[in-house]
């Protein structure tokens, strides 16, 4: 591809998205209406999916920043739910769909049919959690679709190797299929094992915040790469690594958390817009290639399809949840009591998504009915992304889920600060009465602890009364001031420089200085 059509790609996608967070509507289905209208809007070069560049290039980032943000401790107190729906509903909806697309099409043998099953079984990873981040579900519910979509990928990606091999005539029966299922599951869990602790020794040691984050930028490569050189998955080393690294993200130096954070955030901002808006842009190729289905029957199969995919998961979800809680008596006491709301909403936040497209376009052409594959691959995840992915926030305020309870999460920081900020002033205390601290002045201890007391009663300020002309905290007041000073500080520099009394390397480091306070104000005030 030309570079001036991928930067147009790339820029287009992120004027989108910025659009979209101004809008109601998630960014994720604003991007793919804009890409199917732009795939006919003349001028605009044809923008084919290449599974050679969505899975080793696009997926592992994606997969990487989604793991590292996401709470390994949450994660496994609910590994037996995500476990039902990344791999136990994976293979129900590869055999359910796949029959029943078997039993619509005339002609479509089984195992053709098992190979559009397995590519549109994994819910998409980005767009289900992203709606539901936007509109604050529960932790636990949130928690269990993020880890879904981290392991789906994996699951589905094999069931489709296991399917594509009985399609072609080299299957090795439902042994083969099971021994290649564990070597790519047992094998990529070993190499992100492996992996690990090396990793995050190395980045550690690693002082230089420069390279710190480039290594940063080739953990999920490296890991997908390594899995996939032994045939094992690389989408679970990926996901165990960042599970990993996320974890331990507290052991690595400040100043690499701070210029990591940013970059992952550019980098995922980019790469989910990117990968949006180009299932939009695969219009004209999937009809292109759609050969003898067209018209009304081509649209019926895809209707039938999409609520074939529809349906599976509900018949999956309900189940799943229930059936475990009324024979063991151990979970009913290990986890929360549920009613048939939450079930419902994961039933349809089962949005489909680029990887699913990638996939069907990595189908070899000698493959049976490979063009009809593509076309209701395509349909699926535009059915669901546009159908649920609309439907989806007004239908969790038509059931009124139970909101985050914000106060009491609150209650919890401030209450952590406090016995954070007791610690430190302990710890204060004690180094100030060393004979090598004690020239330390009066003043700038006294300025230590005001520091502590500030952080201790900022967040217990949130819990109390607002100023009823701004709504603001005296913490938000004070952070606000604080901004306005920096600025006046800023514009003081500059006036320095332009007047030739300091260069341009000292305003560098002072301006430095004031982004890093200011960078910590906002952070906190993020929090």
Not at 115 to 129: E, K, S
Not at 194 to 215: A, F, G, S, Y
Not at 371 to 393: A, S, Y
Request: net charge neutral.
């Amino acid at each position: 591809m030309e570079v001036l059509p991928l930067v147009a790609l790339v820029a287009g996608s992120a004027a989108v998205a910025g659009v979209a967070r101004r809008t109601p509507v998630p960014a994720p289905l604003l991007l793919v209406a804009a890409g199917l209208i732009a795939a006919y809007v003349p001028g605009v070069p044809s923008y084919a999916l290449d599974p050679h560049i969505v899975l080793p290039l696009l997926l592992p980032p994606l997969l990487h920043t989604a793991a590292v943000d996401s709470s390994y401790l949450d994660l496994r107190a609910n590994v037996r739910p995500i476990a039902l729906l990344s791999v136990g509903y994976v293979l129900f909806a590869t055999l359910a769909v796949g029959y029943a697309a078997h039993l619509l099409v005339p002609g479509l043998p089984l195992p053709v049919a098992l190979v559009l099953g397995a590519v549109v079984a994994p819910p998409d990873a980005v767009a289900a959690t992203a709606i539901a981040r936007r509109l604050g579900l529960p932790n636990r519910m949130t928690t269990i679709l993020q880890g879904e979509s981290l392991v789906n990928d994996a699951t589905a990606i094999t069931a489709y190797k296991v399917a594509l091999a009985a399609a072609v005539g080299v299957g090795a029966g439902w042994a083969g299929g099971v021994a290649e299922f564990l070597l790519a599951s047992v094998g990529g869990v070993g190499v992100g094992l492996l992996l690990m602790v090396p990793i995050h020794w190395l980045r550690k040691r690693l002082k230089e915040p420069l390279l710190q984050n480039t290594l940063s930028l080739l953990i999920p490569f490296v890991a997908y790469a390594a899995a996939e050189r032994v045939h094992a998955s690389g989408v679970l080393a990926v996901v165990v690594v960042g599970l990993y690294l996320g974890h331990r993200n507290w052991q690595v130096d400040f100043a690499t958390r701070l210029q990591e954070e940013a970059v992952w955030k550019v980098v995922a901002f980019v790469l989910e817009s990117v990968v949006f808006a180009l299932i939009g842009l695969q219009l004209p190729v999937v009809l292109k290639g759609l050969g003898e289905y067209e018209g009304a029957v081509a649209a019926w199969y895809a209707v039938v399809v999409f609520l074939a995919v529809v349906a599976a998961r509900f018949v999956w979800v309900f189940p799943a949840t229930f059936v475990p809680r009324w024979v063991s008596e151990r979970i009913r006491h290990r986890e929360p009591e549920t009613d048939w709301k939450s079930p419902a909403i994961v039933g349809w936040a089962g949005m489909r998504g680029v990887v699913s497209l990638a996939i069907a376009f990595s189908v070899p052409m000698e493959v049976p009915h490979r063009n009809l594959i593509l076309f209701l691959t395509f349909t699926t995840v535009i059915g669901t992304l546009v159908v649920q992915g609309l439907t989806l926030p007004p239908l969790i305020r038509v059931l009124k889920l139970p909101p985050r309870d914000v106060q009491a999460e609150t209650l919890a920081e401030a209450q952590a600060q406090s016995e954070a900020s007791r610690a430190a002033e302990e710890r204060l205390t004690e180094l100030l009465e060393r004979p090598e601290n004690s020239t330390l002045p009066p003043p700038l201890a006294d300025r230590l602890r005001t520091v502590l007391e500030r952080r201790r009663n900022a967040v217990w300020e949130r819990l109390g009364e607002v100023n009823p002309v701004t709504g603001e905290s005296a913490d938000d007041v004070y952070r606000r001031l604080a901004r306005e000073m920096i600025e006046a500080e800023r514009e003081v520099f500059v006036s320095l420089r332009d007047r030739r009394r300091i260069d341009d390397e000292m305003l560098r480091a002072l301006l430095r200085r004031l982004d890093l306070e200011e960078a910590a104000a906002y952070r906190e005030e993020a929090g």
